[in-house]
């Protein structure tokens, strides 16, 4: 149920490293580039020569697209 799900969600934001491609609750595709403010934002590369700095509890997933 629920609570599965909230742990679920906590195993993957603890698990989160560079490289991962992700998805975040507003729906940016984006690939990690690192972590700040003591691992609680991520860095995302969205594009060529752009980044986003998100909360890492906006992260709602792994993107599974492969390339």
């Known amino acids: 149920g629920d609570v599965y799900k909230r742990q679920?969600?906590?195993?993957?934001?603890e698990n989160l490293k560079k490289g991962d491609k992700v998805i975040t609750s507003g729906g940016?595709?984006?690939t990690i580039a690192g972590f700040k403010e003591n691992n609680s934002v991520v860095?995302?590369?969205v594009?060529?020569?752009v980044k986003?700095?998100?909360s890492k509890s906006a992260i709602s997933g792994l993107s599974n697209s492969k390339g």
Request: no cysteine; proline share 0%; hydrophobic share 45%.
């Open 28 to 30: 940016i595709h984006g």
């Open 8 to 13: 679920e969600h906590k195993q993957l934001l």
């Open 43 to 45: 860095i995302l590369t």
């Open 47 to 49: 594009d060529k020569n």
């Open 52 to 54: 986003l700095a998100v």
